[in-house]
């Protein structure tokens, strides 16, 4: 089944919004093992729209075009579907009646314009939007069936979760020879994508009806599986096989699937055992603190945070002895060690989080150039973690992998105690 | 000028990899007066890639193909390059000699791969690759130019400066009836982009030589200002007359212009004027502390940070009295304004930062629902800076539009001060 996806808007083309929509759509698109083999990006025009339209739909079997089907005079799709197909736009009655609804429910008045989005091709399937006021519709363009959504993300996402999704997993499942598919996502963070590599590569022969693949969304990597089977069952089978394998195989690497994202798992973790941290940041200034306090409840598990970029700062919130900074020097694993235990102490917590580094791009030592980190965890049982690590890369990039470093300290701390 | 953007390579198409290159080229397009008619992506399948190049070619006048050109069996784009020109693939002398002196620079062992990458199709014209080992080159096909560049981002970058973009100015300039162009951008954050189209629209009709734009970057909203003239001195003086214009509209609002970054601003100006401060966050929790640290020397001019979730933390760095968190509330005017001028003490900086609220999804009250926000800015006359702001939308949104709140009081503070 060959699928393209056409994205239609002015604001695609002069830099002002990138195209966020495709690249979600691809990874649903995964677990069902399909890819689209081109995507179209054309502005609102509708020669050319109706250019792309007619090539993308005589070479496929599904097109997804998004975007143009808003209110105003640039918002031109329907009408261009309409001129491809060879019919004429006509309203959709139910959609008119959910648009008059939807303005009366809000006390909005209606404009003249807002009846141009209940227009639709003759013929087309029309499934209402969830979350906006312009409809879905499906039309056959000679053998390419061809599914119209608003490109607004929200509205984007709704239609294709509900609409094009269920469409082309009933599609897939009515094709002969059909295989049943099953997709686990296995996160890991600050484990290169070589290393994590060399770990799975020798359990590939071992799978032979499920596809490995990595993705990288720097500090962390993710191992894609997709398993393929006959029948459901034996599909998730070899995926959990699979899973089963690669889990022993990287171990404590993996701190989440799927949608985890890394500062929930970490709240949620420190949250059950009912654990409590507080960090002290001198080169991720900040950092820290955000990414945990960015999940919701993680007041109850962060009982503070410390920007110590100066000497003072680290003497007052993080009891550092003025003797330990001129003797070893901000930037080492003594202050870090200093930091984590006196932050741990001063809030009262269970963990303490120290780090201090030369983030860049100046300072830094022959010892200790731009890059080098030192991070610290202290935890209840007076046990110590640290590291001294060496990222390279911009200021951005040191600031980002050391602030991963130092929560992934903290979970195995965690994970351990 | 018709000019199309062709991108190669798998990982554009599973979802692994975001096509940022292409926005970015669009952002340095705009100042010429130029945007791409259509964006094409394709994986890395020969026949996928000829017959994006063949059409694309047919129906510009400049093409710019990217991706592909590595040194590995995927990396298609040279030979499919070659195919659809009905040339052959030829090694090009300099470029093999910089690939090998690139590898024992580094001490690196070449592969015979690396050998391919100095394959480029006959006729082409060849230019050096500052930032890798794939040349670019320009090849026509038909009337259309085409040029092939690496699809690595930095790569990318360097040879879209260093050879498209002087080649599409050179090729503006030649023709006939040419306008000359130049271009500015005047940032806002946090003015609604309906307030700024409101201010600036009645100066529309007295520049009819220049083309207004907006662009969202929420909370940041900009102004885009595109002159044209018959000489460059027109341009110039048409740009300079609408930019004044649009500055005495907007006021304090701009914060910058081009590529300015807010936090580069605000630490650049409290350095200009040898100023410090330190900042008491509770519902933004690092964040703001963790935008100004992004800025390199932020150092110098950050004190100190303090993330004060819990009332012990209130009290203990930034002074706030036990009785008014138990009369007014944590979540209130008079504990913003106690986090400011008690973090201003606490560190000895010339301005206190202190900002309280319901980032939510739990807590609010009837009177300061989820979304309520109090900021506070203490200076070092005494002066006090405060609003009490409601932003709609998610956790993310509400600590994204707080951290910039604060911030731009704390510019105003300082650019008053």
């Known amino acids: 089944m060959r699928l393209e996806l056409l994205c239609t808007g002015d604001e695609l083309l002069d830099g002002s919004v990138p195209d966020t929509n495709s690249p979600w759509f691809m990874e649903q698109l995964a677990p069902l093992g399909m890819r689209p083999a081109a995507v179209t990006l ?34 031109l799709t329907a009408e261009v579907a309409a001129q491809v197909a060879g019919v004429p736009l006509e309203e959709h009655g ?67 979760e509900g609409v094009v999704l269920p469409a082309l997993r009933a599609r897939l499942g009515a094709e002969p020879g059909r ?49 393929e089977g006959d029948t459901q069952h034996e599909a998730d089978g070899r995926l959990a096989a699979a899973e089963r394998d690669c889990r022993a195989a990287l171990g404590e690497w993996v701190f989440g699937v799927d949608g985890d994202r890394y500062e929930e798992v ?44 100066t000497e003072a700062a680290k003497q007052r919130w993080a009891h550092v002895p003025a003797g330990l900074l001129a003797s070893a020097g901000a930037v080492s694993a003594e202050v870090a060690r200093a930091l984590a235990s006196g932050i741990r102490a001063e809030c009262g917590t269970d963990y303490g989080v120290g780090v201090t580094g030369y983030a860049g791009p ?53 994970a351990a105690g």
Chains 1, 2 share one sequence.
Do not use: M
């Not at 050319?48 to 640039?74: H, N, Q, W, Y």
């Not at 994590?196 to 990595?214: C, E, K, Q, S, Y």
């Not at 640290?386 to 701390?413: I, K, M, N, W, Y």
């Open 42 to 75: 054309v502005g609102d025009r509708l020669e050319e729209i109706a250019r792309a339209l007619r090539e993308a739909a005589s070479r496929s079997d599904v097109l997804l075009v998004s975007g143009g089907l808003g209110p105003t005079l640039d918002d």
């Open 94 to 160: 139910p959609t008119w009646s959910s648009i008059q609804k939807r303005f009366a429910e809000r006390g909005v008045a209606l404009s003249p314009n807002n009846r141009k989005q209940a227009l639709v091709p003759r013929g087309a399937d029309v499934h209402p939007n969830p979350a906006g006021t312009a409809p879905c519709f499906v039309l056959g363009l000679g053998r390419c069936t061809c599914f119209f959504v608003a490109g607004v993300p929200r509205e984007y996402r709704a239609l294709v």
């Open 179 to 227: 295989l049943f598919r099953a997709a686990r996502v296995l996160k890991t963070v600050l484990l290169p994508e070589s290393h994590l590599d060399a770990r799975v590569r020798p359990l590939v022969p071992a799978h032979p009806h499920v596809r490995f693949g990595t993705r990288t969304r720097a500090p962390e990597n993710h191992l894609k599986l997709l398993a």
């Open 266 to 309: 970490l709240v949620r973790e420190l949250s059950r055992r009912g654990r409590t941290a507080a960090v002290a940041e001198s080169c991720t200034g900040g950092r820290i603190a955000a990414q945990l306090t960015s999940v919701p409840g993680a007041s109850e598990v962060l009982l503070g945070g410390a920007v110590v970029y």
């Open 362 to 414: 100046g300072g830094g030592t022959e010892a200790n150039p731009v890059g080098t980190v030192f991070v610290c965890v202290a935890g209840p049982a007076g046990q110590v973690l640290e590291q001294r690590v060496s990222f390279p890369g911009d200021r951005e990039r040191v600031q980002r992998f050391a602030t991963a470093q130092a929560l992934e300290l903290l979970r195995r701390a965690v």
